[in-house]
Structures are given as C-alpha cells and as structure tokens.
C-alpha cells in the first residue's frame, strides 16, 4: 500500500509559479506511475500529467504542455509538478496518485492510491 501526501499548494497571482510535492511513504515507490490530476468547483476531476516509474518518460494535458513539468526523484519517494505562467483556469485542488500498471495512463480510473489533495488558487 502507498499512502499520498501533496504539499505546496497556495495562493499565486496570474503569471507566477509553483512546485507541488507529493510524498510516498514504502519502499515500492519506484514501482509505481505517478500522475497528477485536478478538480475545479463545479468540474470533473481531469488528468493533469503523468510520469514513467524510471522518470524516463512523461505525457502531459494540452492544457499544461510548454507551463507544467512533472518529475520524481525515486530516492527520495517523491514526485514533483512545476507549475510556471499560472492563470485562473488553473485553480483547483491537485492530486497526485499512482498507478501500478507500467503503461502510462491519463484516466483516473487506472490510479489505485490517491492524496488528499493541495489547494492552488490563481488570482487575475
């Protein structure tokens, strides 16, 4: 079992950055996915970015291609999202979770753990 704690969420005006954290606790962390999703008020949770369990490969949401960087570093059992150029469209809470399947994925279904969530609010 994998338990998901995201961090760095807040309040950033439009056009600034921020790094989003999620820690894994186990050993198993390099066995796993990751990915991370968003949920805004009144929308469905969408797929935000994913990333190989080496790191090796990454596959990103159109809507976050060229702002939003996903990495992980398998010693330290976390993975990270850059997020640079924030507008308001991107406020929602930001999950991170993590698919034991090796292929890629972008539907939440395939995600088995989950975190709680951080909250990113973009003011204009």
């Known amino acids: 079992q994998v338990q998901l704690v995201e961090s760095g969420g807040g309040l950033v005006q439009a056009g600034g950055s921020l790094r989003l954290s999620c820690a894994a606790s186990g050993r198993t962390f390099s066995s796993y996915t990751m990915g991370w999703f968003r949920q805004a008020p009144g929308k469905e949770r969408e797929f935000v970015a994913t990333?190989?369990?080496?790191?090796?490969?990454?596959y990103y949401a159109d809507c976050t291609k060229g702002r939003f960087t996903i990495s992980r570093d398998n010693a330290k059992n976390t993975v990270y999202l850059q997020m640079n150029s924030l507008g308001p469209e991107d406020t929602a809470v930001y999950y991170c979770?993590?698919?034991?399947?090796?292929?890629?994925?972008?539907?939440?279904?395939?995600?088995?753990?989950w975190g709680q969530g951080t909250q990113v609010t973009v003011s204009s």
């Open positions: 990333i190989s369990r080496s790191g090796s490969s990454t």
């Open positions: 979770a993590a698919d034991p399947k090796f292929a890629l994925s972008i539907l939440g279904q395939t995600y088995v753990y």
